[in-house]
Antibody
């Protein structure tokens, strides 16, 4: 059974940092791209960042470029999101998601973690 | 970015057929995917590539469309289908619709 378990969320002051982790199990982690998707309270979903299977290619939404860093450790089956210079508008639930990609269908997310809350407030 | 527009809410009775629409601001070919999110839970993939049913998803769910206009159909609707439904495209960058909240009367 595929499982994605996020951790590392919490309350943090504006301008500070936080690092999220996502522990993966039930599949060959190194064979899949991974992503972070966020959801502000009572709002919709927003893609945050993605990373390729080996970690060599990373992609970010414009609002987090230069502040967030996605990475992975395939030996530990773990995905990370380093969040620096946090802003109040980063407050959201952050989901770890497994990426599926096909030439015809494009990129979508076939498994999601339960999410971890990040609150940026003084 | 490609903007995906969904109607905000729908209410139907159990046993009825419901269609949830998603319109893209530019063509995304068949690169449209649908998710169900129940209150307090993570999203769940229902349909990928506009019309392909994800493994384990009941056949009551179906998807159609190409280009800019897409539809998620649930037939027949059950009480457990109460949720918000999001569309997502990856043809031009990667964006989600704002979601359609489905209420079962």
């Amino acid at each position: 059974e595929v499982q994605l378990v996020e951790s590392g969320g919490g309350l943090v002051q504006p301008g500070r940092s936080l690092k999220l982790s996502c522990a993966a199990s039930g599949f060959t982690f190194s064979n899949y791209g991974m992503a972070w998707v966020c959801q502000a309270p009572t709002k919709g979903l927003e893609w945050v960042a993605s990373i390729s299977t080996g970690g060599g290619n990373t992609y970010y939404r414009d609002s987090v470029k230069g502040r967030f860093t996605i990475s992975r450790d395939n030996a530990k089956n773990t995905l990370y999101l380093q969040m620096d210079s946090l802003r109040s508008e980063d407050t959201a639930t952050y989901y770890c998601a497994r990426v599926e990609t096909t030439r015809v269908s494009g990129i979508y997310f076939d498994y999601w973690g339960q999410g971890v809350m990040v609150t940026v407030s003084s | 970015d490609t903007v995906l527009t969904q109607s905000p809410a729908l209410a139907v009775s159990p046993g009825e057929r419901v269609t949830i629409s998603c319109r893209a601001s530019e063509s995304v070919s068949t690169g449209m995917h649908w998710y169900q999110q129940k209150p307090g839970q993570q999203p769940k993939l229902l349909i990928y590539g506009a019309s392909n049913l994800e493994s384990g998803v009941p056949a009551r769910f179906s998807g159609s469309g190409s280009g800019t206009d897409f539809t998620l159909t649930i037939d027949p609707v059950e009480a457990d289908d109460t949720a918000t439904y999001f569309c997502q495209q990856s043809w031009n960058d990667l964006t989600f619709g704002s979601g359609t909240k489905l209420e079962i009367k």
